[in-house]
């Protein structure tokens, strides 16, 4: 049974709601929230858990102030009313990167991880008993204790996020690993109790799976997808991440009726329509996630979120003028917070680029860089080489071409201490191009580094435009030849496109080739020392397309151990990192032998 208390979370000591008068006159958008909490002489915990959910409905609805002033009166005395309110800010925070912002969410999720903190039971209890006590020590711990400890799990992991965006210190990027690190104890601490508690009250139980579902699903997903030396590393801090198992989880979250079972359900979409695209094979489960996404649709169907999911999804699948249908749904089915509005000029962008409408893109990419806070450089530089790609260049749009440009070195910033690598990749082309006067198909080489050729090849009709102008270009290198200052940095570029453009339209050999030739070309290139380790690369994704699975092992370990230092290096090792586990799995399934990437299952302990 759920448990009634006396003081707002339904947890303590007896309070006086009435207080919150105190504090002055209530905007507005509050009257009612406040109205409802007067009536009330007590909150239980599934009454907490009820608001909980018509907040992220209403969230999800795009009435976001309705469920900020739903959150806020009980957020000082509630696990789930603190999180609810924390999460809006976080979620806000993130979109704008605004000072401003980030504070505001950063003393609210403390606050948040300070009331959990008060009905949680102490910190690392479980750990400390052996296994024949744990068993029994999970039944005496009160339903109030046990969400208040998922509640603070996710807190915290929001915490450390913004941990890593509000200071550029190495010391906030290590307070932000440790509080990664407690939060994953929690969420294993978790599912300990999920799996060995006897559970009096149904209800309550299936709110809490789900919460851990999502914590733990979402845990190993993030980290089996990181290169192998990073997960060597993190397991000996004691992280490693099962990708299936993950997925399994999140798959039983999205299947619960419960508070978190939408968010469940975002992941795995956001996880098969954009994780696997950008830093995977583009191999996404797209029947699974329209599936998931199609209920989600109809119980929203002004839900922004799932509008920009459906423009994606359509994306993925090479429907390219759908996708920007659905995209700019998105953007009219919400203004309240325009931020979001960003996400949808991301992928419009490169939707008129996959198109060649480059004038388009341009404008996307410029109406990003005047209202997103993310990468002023990466913006500038996008719309520089998209109005490159132009054809019949006058005088004054080549002045105008050089002045964008030099503008992109002045524009890079600082992130935890870095600088991001697309914003290097921006500086150095920025460098080449007012030295030259010159760069060689820009807008596709940002495609390719993007990895949307995975996109592209989804419809030959996108592809064979791409290709003609891709074999043009070499003929023209070819016949200036003499006159090209960097010559063999072009032509490999260019080599690397007609390569992956022949892959995508089903020529396979003449692919292959255009790789080979890269690879060899490697000691003549003065630049662009990232396109050999690409090209090796590729060979390896084709030789995995066609099953030579030894073949394919052999250049993608090459990549790992014979290249180093190159731009976009991280980048490209998430996508072999993931090559080199569907090697594995296939070579498993061939009964042939192979040492897999290693992927720890961790379910608890």
């Known amino acids: 049974m759920a448990e009634g208390v006396t003081s707002p979370a339904g947890l303590g000591e007896e309070v006086n709601v009435n207080d919150s008068s105190s504090e ?253 695209y950008i830093l995977g094979l583009g191999d996404g489960d797209l029947e699974l996630a329209d599936r998931i996404l199609q209920p989600c649709l109809k119980k929203y169907p002004q839900g922004a979120l799932f509008l920009f999911f459906a423009g994606r999804m359509a994306e993925v699948r090479g429907n390219v003028p759908e996708a920007i249908v659905k995209f700019e749904e998105s953007i009219v089915a919400q203004s309240e917070w325009r931020q979001f509005h960003h996400l949808c000029y991301w992928e419009l962008m490169w939707c008129h680029a996959f198109l060649g409408d480059w004038l388009m893109a341009a404008s996307y990419a410029e109406r990003l860089f005047k209202d997103s806070k993310w990468s002023k450089a990466c913006y500038m530089y996008q719309r520089a080489a998209f109005l490159v790609m132009c054809k019949d260049q006058t005088e004054d749009s080549r002045r105008n071409l050089l002045s964008l440009f030099r503008q992109v070195p002045v524009l890079k910033q600082r992130i935890a201490g870095k600088s991001l690598p697309i914003e290097k990749f921006a500086v150095d082309k920025s460098a080449r191009y007012e030295e030259h006067q010159s760069l060689v198909l820009p807008g596709y080489e940002l495609i390719y580094v993007w990895n949307g050729f995975t996109i592209l090849g989804r419809r030959r009709e996108l592809v064979e435009p791409v290709l003609s102008r891709v074999e043009a270009t070499l003929q023209g290198l070819d016949r200036d030849r003499g006159c090209t200052p960097l010559y063999h940095d072009d032509w490999c570029l260019a080599t690397v496109l007609k390569g992956v453009c022949l892959k995508h339209v089903d020529h396979p050999t003449e692919a292959e080739g255009c790789f080979q030739e890269v690879v060899k070309c490697a000691p003549q290139i003065q630049n662009d020392q990232y396109l050999p380790a690409y090209a090796c690369a590729e060979l390896g994704f084709l030789y995995l397309q066609q099953s030579r699975l030894q073949e394919a092992k052999h250049h993608l370990e090459k990549v790992l151990t014979q290249y180093r230092g190159y731009r976009l290096e991280s980048r490209l090792h998430f996508r072999v990192q993931a090559a080199l586990s569907a090697v594995a799995v296939a070579m498993a399934r061939a009964d042939t032998p192979a040492t897999a990437p290693r992927e720890a299952d961790v379910r608890g302990t």
């Open 24 to 276: 002055g006159e209530r905007d507005c958008e509050f009257e009612d929230a406040v109205d409802r909490v007067n009536n009330l002489t007590q909150m239980d915990l599934a009454t907490a858990i009820a608001e909980a959910i018509e907040g992220l409905d209403l969230f999800l609805n795009c009435r976001f102030a309705q469920a900020k002033s739903l959150m806020q009166p009980w957020k000082d005395h509630s696990p789930y009313h603190a999180l609810g309110y924390g999460t809006i800010l976080f979620m806000q925070a993130m979109m704008t990167f605004e000072k401003e912002d980030i504070k505001q969410a950063v003393v609210n999720l403390k606050s948040a991880i300070s009331v959990c903190n008060r009905y949680r039971r102490r910190e690392s209890w479980l750990e400390s008993l052996s296994r024949s006590q744990k068993k029994s020590q999970v039944n005496q711990l009160t339903e109030v204790e046990i969400h208040s400890e998922l509640c603070y799990a996710e807190c915290l992991l929001q915490r450390a996020c913004l941990t890593f965006v509000e200071d550029e210190s190495l010391i906030n990027f290590v307070k932000g690993a440790l509080k990664i690190k407690n939060c994953h104890s929690c969420y294993k601490q978790c599912l300990y109790i999920l799996d060995n508690r006897t559970w009096e009250d149904p209800t309550l139980k299936v709110h809490f799976e789900s919460g851990v579902r999502l914590g733990v699903g979402a845990f190993n997903v993030m980290i089996s997808l990181l290169p192998g030396k990073i997960l060597k590393l993190l397991e000996f801090v004691g992280f490693s991440g099962n990708k299936a198992f993950g997925l399994s989880q999140l798959q039983l979250g999205a299947d619960l009726d419960s508070l978190r079972a939408p968010l469940c359900s975002l992941y795995l979409i956001g996880y098969h329509t954009v994780v696997l």
